[in-house]
């Protein structure tokens, strides 16, 4: 394209960033004028501005010296950071491509069982092929769920809206009964099987070691792991490939019109979506040990649902942020009993707090949905404007 | 069909569209309409609402498939071909009722004109690696051109749903030069606009033409602004064609003063 006359009448001087080489070294920018850009590749970063930097420096700072809390906690807090991997997944398929599925909790098991059927002992009782090393499993669990993803995708093609999320729950259900009845891969119902063994060239995460003990180890591997995934998902959603699925959510039709390969970008959702599922599933039960085929079902594929909702619809920090809270929620309903006397510790009894869990998830959606789409994710943003001159200069 | 159909000089055109038929259960859309489109030609195609503008466009770009009747492309025959393969050959359109990706930016839907210019997949994507990020730049460099010419700098980072109506038939347009067409369909681009708003419409779509030599096919329900920017007009009704020349053949035209401007001057 011919260079077009360029019209320079009554432009925003803060939101305009000059003609600039884009090969150009990257530029200071000025005190104070956080949304001046000198380069485009500046404001193209991930974390284009410096209030963003010094945050997600904090936040990384408290998760590094959370490692100091108690062995219970760090569990509990290494099985958010696992759910948000698998959250992020379920976002780029729900949130950026529009595609809802139910089904994320299937490409979980096909992760785990993937994994767990690598590491697992050949000698033992289930299925299991001995190879340990986690930079072995981890990968082929979520190339293995993305397979399933993929082979599921030609639905979406077809499928819009309700339609796809019917179909993908009917996926679950379709899994929970081959799991169950497959023994030899799954150890059935009741009984389940060892979980894949975190190990990274000699060095196992899941038993304590001169570096912490087991809790602190593991903890420490899901925080990197999920930094990694998280990053890796911001870089996908500012790409052609995020900004692709976003038009397919927005207006499918216009983004075949302009470009955009309908199907293959859907499959692509779907495989990317499956992948980190696939990853999270491999991860999840390392922390346990152990594993039922039961765990599979459509709660998991709902808490999921619940993390994008909860956390913010189509941003990475949100997803993070939903799978924390829902996470801990369990945590904080174990407390109701000895706050609130009605409500019993046991599943036997109604209202137990079980009920209440499941109640809660349901009232959060609702109170989300009506009341800030934009989950906690969009909190933070009114919280943001609202101290928006502090503690750093916007 | 009257008048106009030979361009001066030898170049082949860029569309021809023979003898296309469309009906959808009963009604129907298009009957027999052919025409041809020179290299940087403004062709214009006007009627009445429902003379089957809109469904022109959309065989076109390949979202509605005729019954009979041939279209060439560059040459090519496009029947049958997905939309995206007809826009990866370069034909761009903006729609009726503004089509854009209403949550995202300006210039999000801008890099999105740019998709298949692209030349990198999912895993330099997710890792960011030289090749996606240089190509990104790059294209950003061109998006920002285009923010420049069509005087889009204000709204560049508002998501499109936030923008006033006439700013979004803007972006529309922008998304469309951003695919760096060969060939672009502008539908009805001036309605609902003010008349401050489609004088700069006019305004941009003539530089688009004189400026980067790529031809156009508009359409618009009245006569007014295709009278002044087209070179050709072909005026349908009811799916049929009426008269196809210049503005002023098809203004003298008995035909088309009898049956669509109703006796009007
Ligand atoms: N998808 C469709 N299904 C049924 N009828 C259609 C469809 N698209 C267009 N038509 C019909 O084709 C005729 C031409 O419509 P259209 O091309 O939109 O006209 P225009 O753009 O000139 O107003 C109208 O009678 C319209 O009802
Ligand atoms: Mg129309």
């Known amino acids: ?394 | 069909m009257t008048g106009g159909e030979e361009e001066p000089g030898a170049a082949p055109p860029v569309l021809t569209f023979e003898d296309v038929g469309l009906s959808f259960a009963g009604v129907t859309a298009i009957d027999g309409v052919s025409f041809e489109v020179a290299p940087a030609e403004l062709f214009a195609v006007i009627g009445p609402n429902g003379a089957g503008k809109t469904s022109v466009f959309n065989v076109l770009s390949g979202v509605y498939r005729p019954q009979r009747g041939r279209v060439t492309f560059l040459g090519e025959d496009i029947l049958g071909l997905p939309p995206h393969r007809i826009a990866e050959m370069g034909l761009a359109r903006t729609f009726q009722n503004v089509e854009l990706f209403h949550n995202l930016t300006v210039l999000d839907n801008l890099m999105l004109g740019r998709h298949h210019h692209f030349g990198y997949g999912p895993l330099s994507a997710l890792l960011w690696l030289g090749r996606a990020r240089r190509q990104e730049l790059a294209a950003r460099a061109r998006v920002e051109d285009i923010i420049d010419f069509l005087d889009l700098a204000a709204w560049r980072r508002h998501p499109v749903r936030l923008l006033p109506y006439g700013v979004q038939k803007r972006v529309e347009l922008g998304r469309a030069l951003a695919m760096e067409p060969r060939l672009l369909l502008l539908d009805e681009p001036v309605a609902g606009m003010n008349l401050e708003e489609t004088e700069d419409m006019a305004r941009f779509v003539l530089d688009a033409r004189d400026e980067l030599g790529v031809p156009i096919v508009l359409v618009d329900h009245d006569m007014g602004l295709v009278m002044d920017l087209a070179d050709r007009v072909l005026v349908l009704d009811f799916g049929r064609p009426v008269a196809l020349g210049t503005p002023a053949e098809v203004q003298s035209d008995p035909e088309v003063i009898e049956a669509y401007l109703g006796g009007a001057p």
């Open chain 1, 1 to 394: 394209m011919t260079r077009m006359t360029g019209r320079t009448g009554d432009l925003e001087a803060v939101a305009e960033p000059p003609r600039a080489d884009p090969a150009a070294p990257r530029a200071r920018r000025p005190r104070g004028r956080p949304l001046l850009y000198t380069s485009y590749s500046q404001d193209m970063a991930l974390l284009d501005t410096r209030a963003k930097k010094v945050w997600l420096a904090l936040l990384l700072g408290v998760a590094i010296l959370s490692s100091g809390l108690p062995d219970d906690l760090l569990i509990l807090l290494a099985g958010g950071y696992v759910a948000a991997i698998g959250a992020i997944g379920l976002n780029i398929v729900t949130g950026y491509a529009g595609q809802v599925s139910l089904g994320h909790a299937f490409f979980v098991a096909v992760g785990a069982y993937a994994a767990a059927a690598l590491s697992g002992d050949p000698e033992g009782r289930v299925i299991g092929f001995g190879i340990t090393n986690m930079i072995v499993w981890l990968p082929a669990a979520g190339l293995v769920a993305a397979l399933a993803g993929v082979l599921v995708a030609p639905l979406a093609a077809r499928l819009r809206g309700l339609y796809l999320a019917v179909v993908t729950l009917g996926l679950v259900f379709l899994g929970e009964h081959v799991f169950k009845e497959w023994d030899d891969l799954t150890g059935g119902p009741g009984v389940g099987r060892p979980a894949a063994v975190p190990e990274l060239f000699g060095f196992r995460f899941d038993v304590d070691s001169a570096l912490g003990t087991r809790a602190q180890s593991l903890y420490m591997l899901m925080l990197v792991l999920l930094v990694v995934f998280a990053v890796a998902a911001r870089n996908l959603a500012r790409s052609r490939i995020g900004r692709a699925f976003s038009a397919i959510r927005d207006r499918d039709i216009a983004a075949e019109v302009i470009g955009v390969p309908l199907t293959r970008y859907k499959t692509l959702a779907f495989a990317i979506s499956s992948f980190y599922a696939g990853c999270a599933g491999a991860l999840m039960y390392t922390i346990t040990g152990f594993f039922d085929p039961g765990s599979f079902n459509l709660l998991m594929s709902v808490q999921f649902i619940a993390m994008i909702l909860i956390g913010g619809v189509a941003t990475v920090s949100g997803a993070v942020a939903g799978a924390l809270f829902i996470t801990l929620l369990p945590r904080l309903t174990q407390e109701l009993p000895a706050l609130l006397p009605f409500v019993s510790g046991d599943t036997t009894q109604t209202p137990n707090v079980f009920q209440i869990q499941v109640a809660l998830y349901g009232l959060l959606i609702v109170l989300f949905l009506v009341f800030e789409p934009r989950g906690l994710f969009g909190l933070w943003v009114r919280v943001r404007a609202y101290w928006k001159s502090w503690p750093f200069s916007y």
